[in-house]
């Protein structure tokens, strides 16, 4: 977050936080963030490890993520899903697993994506049948996003 080439506890707390508030979370939806990030950062000084400093560098993390043994449902299941869900369930108004085009606007906004590009990834995702995107749906386009070869990803272009 502050740019150094390192990923640090404190990291992970004000990305959490920042996060928070662009989206105007507050109280448990606020907490389950946080605790998302947490639990990140947790899993990642276990398998990648850090320096003296308590660091992960750029450098360990890409290596790491890239690695051809990397078991990529587990980093998947504990790296993106964790903050994904609490993202989802945070701006998922009526609770039914699935986003519609405002609920999913709103989540890219808070990463800054343009309009134009986050309507189009919600039309790609949903494809011509719904008038939403599902949790699952979702979670399989972040994956595709980090691992699919396709030059075209779905979640932005």
């Not at 150094?4 to 959490?16: K, Q, T």
């Amino acid at each position: 977050m502050d740019h150094n080439g390192y990923l640090d506890h404190r990291d992970m707390i004000v990305v959490a936080d920042a996060l928070c508030a662009r989206l105007g979370l507050s109280g448990r939806d606020a907490q389950r963030v946080a605790d998302a990030y947490e639990r990140v950062w947790q899993y990642a000084v276990r398998h990648i490890g850090t320096d003296p400093e308590g660091r992960i560098s750029r450098q360990s993390y890409i290596d790491y993520a890239l690695a051809p043994g990397l078991d990529r449902a587990a980093f998947v299941a504990n790296v993106v899903r964790p903050i994904t869900d609490a993202l989802w369930d945070a701006l998922d108004g009526d609770g039914d697993d699935r986003l519609d085009r405002a609920e999913f606007l709103r989540l890219w906004s808070a990463y800054d994506v343009a309009g134009a590009a986050s309507r189009a990834s919600f039309d790609r995702l949903r494809g011509n049948k719904v008038a939403h995107v599902s949790k699952d749906g979702f979670a399989q386009a972040m994956y595709d996003f980090y691992y699919s070869s396709a030059t075209a990803a779905p979640i932005l272009g």
